[in-house]
Structures are given as C-alpha cells and as structure tokens.
C-alpha cells in the first residue's frame, strides 16, 4: 500500500511569507504527526492529529499551526516565516494507538531566505 | 521529564564486528520505546519497536526497565549497516521524544 506522502518536497520562501504543507497518511491510519528536523536541535514534536482534533502540541510558537481533514489528510501552515525555520519538515502516521511505530513520509525541505 | 539519550553521537565499527547502540530514557509512566533508522538520503524507517521484539535487519534488543535502556545489538556488522539510527520514546501523549542519533559507520 501506498506510504507517507508529503508535499511539496522542497520550498523555497522569503521571511515574511507563508508557508503550507501538505501529508497524505496510510490509508487507514488516523493519526498523523508533524516533526521539524534540524542540525541543531534534531527531530522535535510539533502536533499530532487524531480524527480532525489536535490532540498534543510541541512547544513550537503559535506561527506553528496544522489542521486535518475527514480524510485524514493533514496541512500544516508556518505564518511569517523566520529564517530559523529552515528545515526538514517529517509526517507521521499511525493508528490509533501509536503503540506499532509510526510510518514517516519523506518530508519537505523548507528553505528561508 | 521524558528524555531520551544516546550517548554516542558516532560509532565506528568494522564489517563483521558485534556492535551495539545505546539508548536510554527518562519517562515515568509505562513506556513505548522504537528505534528509528535513516539511511542516506532516504525516509526514516522503523527499525525496532520493543513491544513487537521482533528481529529486523539483524538487530535485536530488550526493554530494561530496571537500568531505563533499550539498546539494539547485531552480531556481525554489515557496510549496509551505516546510517543515522534514533531512539525515541513514544507513550500516553502519542508523540514521539527522540534521541540525538548516532551516526554508525560500518567499515570494509
């Protein structure tokens, strides 16, 4: 079956702007997870959805906001973009649980200029 | 506080040497513990999940509550074997904690 997939795979924007980004979880799968990585701080929790609720949030500033759709489709939005939020941003998803690992998409790679 | 930590950032081995990855955690509730392997250039890919104690790719570890560990072993390294490995800690919240990562490089 079809895995994590994540667009766009690469964005390149100016500071100021806004960004959107989009993850199509594995059928079935209801939970989906966003992650930014970076060199320096890793691989840190931004929020995770659950039948279209937001049911966790990482300490990422408001300008971090994500939504998910009746099809369990997720969008996550960063409002003006600093350049400290150049990363690699990873979905997730999982079932219900989480308990059997979470199946990552590829990411997108946001650059801030 | 949950915390996951691996001690090595890089671990360097020879083809056909035992190796080991460290990983160690701080979570006072029941919990979830997988280990993620990244290949160059490529997705992050479960590697281990202690629930499952299942063997993927030669590796295999136990949850030791007791010393708060969970740490892979294979017993002969291979070149495909190099990559970026995390730990991370999932549990009630749904979200995963994880480790720094350690580089294993896998030498001819």
């Known amino acids: 079956k079809a895995g994590v997939t994540q667009t766009p795979r690469y964005l390149i924007k100016t500071r100021g702007q806004q960004v959107t980004l989009s993850c199509s979880p594995i059928s079935g799968h209801r939970s989906v997870s966003w992650y930014q990585q970076t060199p320096g701080q890793g691989l840190q929790f931004l929020f995770e959805y659950f039948s279209e609720t937001q049911r966790n949030k990482g300490n990422f500033p408001g300008r971090f906001s994500g939504r998910q759709f009746s099809n369990s489709r997720s969008e996550m939005n960063v409002s003006t973009l600093e350049l400290g939020d150049s990363a690699l941003y990873l979905c997730?998803?999982?079932?219900?649980?989480?308990?059997?690992?979470?199946?990552f998409g590829s990411g997108t790679r946001l650059t801030v200029v | 506080a949950q915390r996951v930590t691996q001690p090595e950032k890089l671990l360097s081995v020879f083809k056909g040497a035992p190796v080991e990855l460290k990983c160690n955690y701080s979570?006072?509730?029941?919990?979830?513990l997988f280990w993620y392997v990244q290949y160059s250039r490529q997705r992050l890919q479960l590697l281990l999940r202690h629930i499952s104690r299942e063997s993927i790719k030669g590796f295999t570890a136990d949850l030791n509550k007791g010393e708060t560990s969970f740490h892979p072993k294979k017993p002969f390294a291979q070149e495909e074997d190099s990559a970026m490995y995390y730990c991370?800690?999932?549990?009630?919240?749904?979200?995963?904690?994880f480790g720094t990562g350690t580089l294993l490089a896998v030498q001819p």
């Open positions: 997730a998803s999982s079932d219900w649980t989480g308990g059997h690992g979470y199946t």
């Open positions: 991370a800690l999932g549990g009630a919240t749904n979200k995963l904690i």
């Open positions: 979570y006072s509730g029941s919990p979830e």
